[in-house]
């Protein structure tokens, strides 16, 4: 007898040892990221590029997409090619870094205009879910952390791994020298701490992610919509 009257028992399981332990894939992972900001002199721009850097050298394959000419969501159709280019990039990604200034105390609307862009389904499948996250921001003044809370809100509602380390650099203007490479210092150490954690992630998570995120409850609704589509078909 189960003491668990509220459940439907056909779809509990048991967690699976083998399928949290797959074969390691061997290509390298493939992360995106993304940046907020449209300025000529963009830090956070900048501080994508240093994190583009550190991943490379952790072995991943990385691109970085360009928000300029991205339209606000639904301003244009989602065939626009700046949308599709977004989308294709997110759908072949297995993680992702997510970069904002923080202005008036949020991230900006170019970065969440890109989330917005990403869409939480197709058809029946949740492009992001299961992929890693690693949020980071820029300030002009002191450190906060609104932007990256933020996205980690945004991280969570679209089924991303988010991981646990972040990075936030406080007046931005006095951590990058002339030729936009970020200086020596604790911000810095920071962003590889940030980097390593999500290649890690990335590396253990990637080929159980679809194991990861499956769900009782979806299980459980796919199972009643099937019955109800051959009880139909029986009539």
């Given at each position: ?7 439907s028992?056909?779809?509990?399981q048991?967690?699976?040892l083998?399928?949290?332990?797959p074969?390691y894939a061997?290509?390298k992972?493939?992360i ?5 900001s449209?300025r000529?002199v963009?830090?956070?721009r900048?501080l994508?590029?240093?994190?583009r ?6 072995g991943?394959?990385?691109r ?6 991205l339209?606000?969501?639904d301003?244009?159709?989602a065939?626009h090619?700046k949308?599709?280019e977004?989308?294709?990039l997110s759908e ?7 970069v904002s200034?923080e202005r008036?105390g949020a991230?900006t ?5 890109q ?6 389904a197709i ?9 890693t996250l690693a949020?980071?921001?820029?300030s ?15 991280g969570?509602w679209m ?7 972040q ?11 002339a030729s ?5 210092s ?5 962003v590889?701490d940030?980097?390593?954690?999500l290649?890690?992630?990335t590396l253990l ?9 499956d ?8 199972a009643?919509?099937l ?8 009539i």
């Amino acid at each position: 007898m189960s003491d668990l009257p509220a459940a439907s028992l056909d779809h509990l399981q048991q967690p699976d040892l083998e399928a949290l332990r797959p074969p390691y894939a061997n290509h390298k992972p493939r992360i995106l990221i993304l940046y907020g900001s449209l300025r000529e002199v963009s830090y956070s721009r900048l501080l994508a590029q240093e994190a583009r850097r550190l991943l490379e050298h952790f072995g991943c394959e990385v691109r970085i997409y360009d928000p300029k000419g991205l339209p606000l969501p639904d301003e244009e159709p989602a065939s626009h090619p700046k949308v599709q280019e977004l989308r294709e990039l997110s759908e072949w990604s297995e993680g992702q870094v997510w970069v904002s200034p923080e202005r008036h105390g949020a991230m900006t609307g170019v970065m969440k205009a890109q989330i917005d862009w990403i869409p939480l389904a197709i058809g029946s499948v949740r492009p992001t879910q299961g992929k890693t996250l690693a949020v980071m921001e820029v300030s002009g003044g002191s450190q906060s952390f609104n932007a990256v809370n933020q996205m980690r809100v945004l991280g969570r509602w679209m089924r991303m791994i988010t991981i646990p380390n972040q990075s936030s650099v406080s007046k931005a203007y006095q951590e990058f020298d002339a030729s936009g490479r970020m200086k020596p210092s604790p911000f810095y150490d920071r962003v590889v701490d940030v980097c390593e954690e999500l290649v890690k992630f990335t590396l253990l998570t990637r080929g159980a992610s679809a194991y990861l995120v499956d769900r009782y409850s979806e299980r459980k609704e796919d199972a009643e919509k099937l019955e109800q589509r051959v009880a139909l078909k029986s009539i």
